[in-house]
Antibody
Framework: EVQLVESGGGLVQPGGSLRLSCVAS????????MSWVRQAPGKGLQWVST????????YYADSVKGRFTISRDNSKNTLYVQMNSLRAEDTAVYYC??????????????WGQGTPVTVSS | DIVLTQSPGTLSLSPGERATLSCRAS???????LAWYQQNPGQAPRLLLY???SRATGIPDRFSGSGSGTDFTLTISRLEPEDFAVYYC?????????FGGGTKVEIK
């Protein structure tokens, strides 16, 4: 069964940086777009960023554009997001999510367990 | 941006009852690129439906979806204990990808 395991979350001060990772297994990682979706405490889901299977195309929510960078290493089956200039409103559980199909559907059929990020002084 | 508004915010029902959840879009969702997810407390979301009405792999047939354009509905024909959860709709017709605010289905 598909497995997605996130890591790298934690407590960081406002203005700080953090890099999240998501290791994927049991599917052809490079065939699928991957995304980060976050959920603030007690709130709903918010799409953050998506990267194509090859890594050649990236997309961002306006709220993180210029601060977050999504990337992937297909040789390591790993997805990343580098988060800079973090703000209190970035506090959330961050999920990595696999795209439903190989043609860039941009809906999510498998999710990791999430890694929490807290931005606070 | 396509804004998705889900209603009601909370639905209080008993096991065995029928649940009807609404998702309304601020503009037409092309190709009915509308998905539904279920989320239980402390867990990741699970894909239920895509294309407004197609069930994802392993999803029981008591879950069904309908609608087109700006109005979509998720129906759970007979609620099982494990169905009491929060449900989200998501449009994938355009960027940015957006989710509705969620409907909580709770035990009455």
């Amino acid at each position: 069964e598909v497995q997605l395991v996130e890591s790298g979350g934690g407590l960081v001060q406002p203005g700080g940086s953090l890099r999240l990772s998501c290791v994927a297994s049991r599917f052809f990682f490079s065939n699928y777009a991957m995304s980060w979706v976050r959920q603030a405490p007690g709130k709903g889901l918010q799409w953050v960023s998506t990267i194509s299977g090859s890594g050649g195309s990236t997309y961002y929510a306006d709220s993180v554009k210029g601060r977050f960078t999504i990337s992937r290493d297909n040789s390591k089956n790993t997805l990343y997001v580098q988060m800079n200039s973090l703000r209190a409103e970035d506090t959330a559980v961050y999920y990595c999510a696999k795209d439903y199909g190989t043609s860039g559907w941009y809906l999510f059929d498998r999710w990791g367990q999430g890694t929490p990020v807290t931005v606070s002084s | 941006d396509i804004v998705l508004t889900q209603s009601p915010g909370t639905l209080s029902l008993s096991p065995g009852e029928r649940a009807t959840l609404s998702c309304r879009a601020s503009q037409s969702v092309s190709n009915n690129f509308l998905a539904w997810y279920q989320q239980n407390p402390g867990q990741a979301p699970r894909l239920l439906l895509y294309g407004a009405s197609s069930r994802a792999t392993g999803i029981p047939d008591r879950f069904s979806g309908s609608g087109s354009g700006t109005d979509f509905t998720l129906t759970i024909s007979r609620l099982e204990p494990e169905d009491f959860a929060v449900y989200y709709c998501q449009q994938y017709a355009g960027s940015p990808l957006t989710f509705g605010g969620g409907t909580k289905v709770e035990i009455k």
